[in-house]
């Protein structure tokens, strides 16, 4: 079956502007867990969707938000980029929120000059 | 806080054995083991659970001390597709997908 699709793969944004990512987890899977990925802080947890329900928050700034569709899609913003924000996005399926196994996507690279 | 993540890195050369800690200062529900090669994907290898119960690859070993917050992972007899970043992810419990993943280890396998 198909994996988890992240688009798009690539994006260079201004300071400033917003911009919004997109997650197709594996089909029947119901839960997407969103990760910012950079070389200095490593993976840290963004959000969890279930059942288009945020079930877990990170610790990041309210610029960042995201939501989930009824067919499981989600997709994530963030608002008035910075600098930092310059990272790999990676999504997460599940089959179901809890302790289970995780499959990612292949992540959107973002770069903010 | 993030779990450390021992060694940082580690060269190999293929049919060698390696071991990587991973300890954390927070009671743990579970630990979970991820692989990442580099322009890749995170690519699921085992989850280890309060209690004692596992979840993974046939071929992966590895252990869960409850008591000290402690995980290791084993990786035996070494293969040149054995390289990448190996990540572990702790679960404090509570319900949900929110793992906190250490820093990574760095393995090359070398012929």
């Known amino acids: 079956k198909a994996g988890v699709t992240q688009t798009p793969r690539y994006l260079i944004k201004t300071r400033g502007q917003q911009v919004t990512l997109s997650c197709s987890p594996i089909?029947?899977?119901?839960?997407v867990s969103w990760y910012q990925q950079t070389p200095g802080q490593g993976l840290q947890f963004l959000f969890e969707?279930?059942?288009?329900?945020?079930?877990n928050k990170g610790n990041f700034p309210g610029r960042f938000s995201g939501r989930q569709f009824s067919n499981s899609r989600s997709e994530m913003n963030v608002s008035t980029l910075e600098l930092g924000d310059s990272a790999l996005y990676l999504c997460?399926?599940?089959?179901?929120?809890?302790?289970?196994?995780?499959?990612f996507g292949q992540g959107t690279r973002l770069t903010v000059v | 806080q993030q779990p450390v993540q021992s060694p940082q890195a580690v060269i190999l050369r293929e049919g060698e054995d390696a071991v990587i800690n991973c300890s954390s200062s927070?009671?743990?529900?579970?630990v979970h083991w991820y692989r990442q090669k580099h322009g890749e994907a995170p690519v699921f290898l085992m989850i280890?659970?309060?209690?004692?119960e596992q979840k993974g690859h046939e071929k992966i070993s590895a252990s869960f001390n409850e008591k000290k917050q402690q995980s290791s992972l084993y990786l035996t007899a070494s293969q040149l597709s054995y390289s990448g970043t190996y990540f572990c992810?702790?679960?404090?419990?509570?319900?949900?997908?929110?793992?906190?993943f250490g820093t990574g280890t760095q393995l090359k396998v070398e012929l």
């Open positions: 997460a399926s599940s089959s179901k929120t809890g302790t289970t196994e995780a499959f």
């Open positions: 089909s029947g899977h119901r839960s």
């Open positions: 969707y279930f059942s288009e329900t945020q079930r």
């Open positions: 927070k009671a743990l529900y579970s």
């Open positions: 280890l659970l309060k209690g004692g």
């Open positions: 992810g702790t679960d404090l419990g509570g319900g949900g997908n929110k793992l906190t």
